[in-house]
């Protein structure tokens, strides 16, 4: 699959927001790979790199100007409107959902419907393998400051902020790739 080729359609050359997302990308891509060989995650290298590196494509529709996107959603929104983008690129339906349930640790149906997101009410967490590798990966690295990687603490902390089931499951993931 040439990740390419959706990457460079959506996010032009010279952009804040394709630097900033290439850079993103590649450290949860690397973080993902680094994870699979240490814990020998029966996985596919070229679907962990594809799925992370196409895990944040909707973020050009947010409207998030501190990292170059001058879009109309609320940045929540970026998984659900990346994986709908990635199903009419055709991409696999596996890297299609590793976007649509990456966001935070995973947004379920209830907080979906409590708090009004911009999305259909669904549960958006992940579930395969492949899904909470990346997730997991995301957790390290954020796409504003200095772009660094967290430590355990500093990303649980994250994740916690955002309240709901989430900090279980991304406990649940450190068990599983930490």
Do not use: W
């Not at 009410?121 to 967290?150: H, N, W």
Request: glycine fraction near 8%; proline fraction near 4%.
């Amino acid at each position: 699959m040439d990740y390419n080729r959706i990457i460079d359609k959506y996010y032009p050359a010279g952009s804040l927001r394709r630097d900033i997302f290439i850079r993103h990308s590649r450290q949860v891509a690397d973080l993902a790979l680094e994870i699979m060989h240490r814990k020998h995650l029966p996985l596919d290298p070229h679907d962990v790199e594809a799925a992370a590196m196409l895990h944040d494509i909707g973020i050009f529709m947010t409207h998030a100007p501190v990292i170059g996107c001058e879009g109309d959603a609320r940045y929540i929104s970026h998984g659900y409107l990346g994986a709908r983008l990635l199903r009419d690129e055709g991409v696999p339906e596996e890297i299609a959902r590793v976007a649509e349930r990456h966001t935070g640790a995973g947004i379920s149906a209830e907080d979906v419907a409590i708090i009004g997101h911009p999305m259909p009410v669904a549960d958006y967490i992940p579930v395969t393998l492949l899904e909470k590798l990346v997730c997991y990966a995301d957790k390290f690295y954020s796409k504003s400051g200095s772009m660094q990687r967290k430590s355990f603490r500093a990303a649980r902390a994250s994740v916690a902020r955002h309240g709901g089931d989430g900090l279980a499951r991304f406990d649940e993931m450190a068990r599983m790739f930490d």
